[in-house]
């Protein structure tokens, strides 16, 4: 996602402490959740290994008002092995021939999508992701089209949720309530079907923990918006 930064030293200089510590961190955990939904690498597996993305997760979390525990966020997996398991779970479907003498084949998609639009039978695949198309370009971002990925893909909601979370740190009017309106419209939905259909699975690693940590720090945020949109 294009003009979406990553960090929460990417506030405005003068930004005060006491408005911009929360969000910003906020929107530095969205961004590392981000990265963790998306195929591992070198970089992410040494982080999960020596225990410094667990590390990094639980200090950012101390400077919120949100009460989450800290996640377990280890692995002893070589980085093979976490590619497998992230293509099992996230991208690869299951395929069985049902009919040998005419080549029938009953397949199905991964176990748990890393799309919106998976969890939603109340709409269709169109609406979510213009919808998305329309609140990213409301706010002046865009999917990087090298991503190659559909507006609802969960990575791509995750950085713009940090977006936002670093909008309202910067103390932009009405930010609170546009994080809000983002969180029932798109990311709850799926931080909860994700971590549903993660909960079933029965070997999922530390993938697991990350689908766990994201429901429960999406509730968490939705709480306390709540709380500070009612009170403006």
């Given amino acids: 996602m294009r003009q979406v930064a990553e960090a929460p030293s990417d506030l405005p200089e003068g930004a005060p402490d006491r408005i911009a510590r929360d969000p910003g961190a906020r929107g530095a955990l969205y961004g590392l959740l981000a990265r963790c ?13 020596d225990g410094s993305l667990e590390v990094e997760v639980a200090a950012l979390l101390d400077r ?3 009460a989450v525990d800290p996640p377990s966020l280890r692995t002893d997996e070589p980085l093979e092995e976490l590619c497998a ?4 779970l996230f991208v690869v479907g299951f395929s069985r021939t049902v009919d040998r003498t005419d ?10 999508p890393l799309y919106e639009s998976a969890y939603r039978s109340d709409v269709s695949w ?12 409301h706010f002046g971002v865009e999917v990087d089209q090298s991503d ?5 893909h969960l990575p791509l909601v995750l950085e713009f949720a940090g977006y936002l979370c670093r909008r309202e740190a910067a103390v932009e009017p009405d930010v609170a309530s546009a994080r809000l309106d983002f969180h029932d419209r798109h990311l709850r939905v799926g931080a909860a079907g994700v971590a549903e259909r993660m909960a079933a699975e029965p070997s999922p690693g530390v993938y697991g923990d990350v ?8 509730a968490a945020d939705v709480e306390r918006l709540a709380e500070q949109v009612g009170t403006n």
Avoid: I, K, M
């Fill in 85 to 88: 398991l992230y293509n099992d």
């Fill in 211 to 218: 689908a766990d940590f994201l429901d429960r720090l999406t």
């Fill in 103 to 112: 080549g029938t084949v009953d397949s199905e998609g991964p176990p748990v």
């Fill in 148 to 152: 190659r990925e559909h507006h609802d």
């Fill in 37 to 49: 939904f998306r195929d591992p690498d070198e970089r992410l597996h040494a982080a999960l290994r």
């Fill in 64 to 66: 919120t008002a949100l």
């Fill in 126 to 137: 169109s609406d979510v992701n213009l919808d998305l198309a329309r609140a990213y370009e």
